[in-house]
């Protein structure tokens, strides 16, 4: 039985409340099999962006790469 796993970071749909712009990064995980397929997306983070300042704002307590989750916003 052959399987594969794939485990990456995408940015939701990016949303703006008042000066603020929120970048809501989800984690994706697929699971592929000869006869099944499975997929899950869950939230991991914000990023946001005000006038004079941007963070991260984590979701979970799972430790975050922040220099992946900035590259994965400001790269597009």
Not at 3 to 22: A, L
Not at 35 to 44: M, Q
Not at 50 to 57: G, V
């Amino acid at each position: 039985m052959d399987s594969k796993i794939k485990n990456f970071k995408e940015v939701g749909k990016i949303f703006e409340i008042g000066e603020r712009t929120f970048y809501p990064i989800i984690q994706i995980s697929m699971v592929e099999m000869d006869n099944a397929f499975s997929e899950s997306i869950s939230p991991v983070a914000f990023v946001i962006v005000e006038p004079s300042k941007k963070y991260i704002l984590p979701l979970t307590e799972d430790e975050l790469d922040s220099e992946e989750i900035i590259e994965l916003v400001f790269s597009e």
